[in-house]
């Protein structure tokens, strides 16, 4: 694991309680959507239980948590490691975002100062553009995202979108090194917003419908190369 995941996990520990568990998996699916640790990248369990002051039996439950949702798996004596996603996968991640996304834009309310928010991601995105941040470009990719489904103003829509997101990032590593992978959503997101500012919702849903079917079919092109 990277010197950034670490930074990204809480240097004084986690109480060992109930919901400590669901703590450790949010931690590390945090750590996973920020690209801090990489797809295959191993989980070292007295590295975590160490820096979280937590047992091994909470940190497996953390990571049984992580294996429900795709983003872990665990290799028989060797250990837990972080999921390399497959078509299959690619395939199931946006299967679900049609529903959340589109869902989203098609029934949800997006309040001005939300699209305003909508706005500031991709100028925040651009700046990024112009520094070669692909972290920041990465990021605000993510960001704007998890702002069309926040709108539909629901816990479990929210929950199931950092998992969305997690697993997207893992999907989206292959490619994240290249600039211009990332200038192209910077693009698409601009003019999502433009449509949803300018309240064509009918416009908006089939603009994000292409917008989403060309992501998931560039990304399988470059899985099977």
């Not at 820096?51 to 953390?62: A, N």
């Not at 028989?76 to 996968?89: I, K, L, M, S, Y």
């Not at 600039?179 to 693009?187: A, C, D, E, G």
């Amino acid at each position: 694991m990277t010197d950034v995941m670490w930074h990204s996990l809480p240097a004084e520990g986690l109480s060992e309680h109930a919901h400590a568990p669901e703590r450790v998996a949010e931690l590390l699916r945090g750590a996973i959507s920020a690209g801090a640790i990489r797809p295959g990248a191993k989980l070292p369990e007295v590295q975590l239980t160490r820096q979280l002051e937590i047992s091994r039996h909470t940190l497996r439950s953390g990571f049984q948590i992580l294996a429900a949702e795709g983003l872990v798996e665990k290799h028989p004596n060797r250990g837990v490691f972080v999921h390399q996603p497959t078509a299959e996968d690619i395939e199931e991640i946006y299967r679900v975002r049609r529903v959340l996304e589109v869902g989203a834009v098609r029934t949800a309310d997006f309040p001005p100062g939300e699209l305003d928010q909508l706005h500031r991601i991709v100028s925040g995105a651009e700046l990024a553009r112009e520094r070669g941040d692909i972290p920041a470009m990465a990021q605000a990719n993510q960001v704007f995202h998890r702002t069309i489904a926040a709108q539909v103003r629901s816990p479990m829509i929210d929950a199931l979108m950092e998992q969305v997101l997690a697993r997207m990032r893992l999907a989206f590593h292959a490619k994240s090194e290249q600039p211009s992978f990332h200038h192209t959503y910077i693009r698409r997101n601009g003019e999502l917003a433009a449509l949803l500012s300018e309240g064509d919702r009918q416009a908006a849903e089939d603009y994000l419908l292409e917008y989403l079917g060309a992501a998931e079919a560039e990304l399988l092109e470059h899985l099977d190369s």
